[in-house]
């Protein structure tokens, strides 16, 4: 059933099933082939972390998040990740930061830059790098979490401008965390994160009909 219940979740994170899109136990029990009762138990599951809204007499729907609610999750991801950030330049990973300044040459090639979806995942390992090996658990598994209750909205248009921009951003928390500088490294992420989340919200205020 967990294999399911991630399916599903994923499913939903990406952009398979649609914002307001009606998916009643009979399709999902079609869909992905398991018990009617397993499925009621994963609709709970998503429904209690906020991925589906169950309403009366209709069944479950994909849940729609208003514009605050995409500020007030940004705001908590940036908050946890700096945080993770400084913890994890306090640590001194001399082979994550290998991995980061690889990652981060290959995201200012222009071929990288001409395909945003290539610099996106790109730009998914170098975050997860830093706050996946931050030394504490709670806060890692908090920030995966809260990414996918917002992943389907990052995907938006972004300009070359910006692209150069968040590499710059980029290249500085960098620095901080090679020079073990915690402070600096978490103060520099929150002000990165502050810029996307501002970037993005204008695009969504204009295609809120979209989300």
């Not at 914002?19 to 397993?38: C, D, I, M, N, T």
């Not at 995409?70 to 991995?99: F, M």
């Amino acid at each position: 059933m967990r294999e399911i219940y991630i399916k599903l979740r994923n499913n939903i994170t990406f952009g398979k099933f649609k914002p307001g899109e009606h998916l009643s136990e009979k399709f999902l029990v079609q869909e992905y082939g398991v018990s009617r009762a397993s499925i009621r138990e994963i609709i709970r599951q998503l429904a209690t972390q906020g991925y589906l809204t169950i309403e009366p007499n209709r069944g479950a729907t994909v849940s729609k998040l208003s514009l605050k609610d995409i500020d007030i999750i940004y705001n908590i991801l940036i908050r946890c990740e700096s945080y993770a950030t400084a913890l994890y330049a306090n640590r001194g990973d001399h082979v994550g930061i290998k991995k980061l300044e690889s990652l981060q040459k290959r995201m200012r090639t222009e071929e990288v830059k001409s395909q945003y979806t290539v610099w996106l995942q790109l730009n998914d390992q170098f975050h997860e790098q830093i706050y996946k090996n931050c030394g504490g658990d709670i806060v890692s598994n908090l920030i995966d979490h809260t990414r996918l209750r917002i992943y389907r909205f990052r995907i938006v248009e972004t300009s070359p401008d910006i692209i150069n921009l968040y590499n710059e951003q980029h290249a500085n928390i960098l620095v901080a965390i090679h020079d073990k500088n915690g402070k600096r490294a978490e103060k520099l992420m929150s002000n990165h994160l502050d810029t996307a989340r501002k970037h993005r919200f204008e695009v969504f205020k204009k295609f809120y009909e979209l989300l």
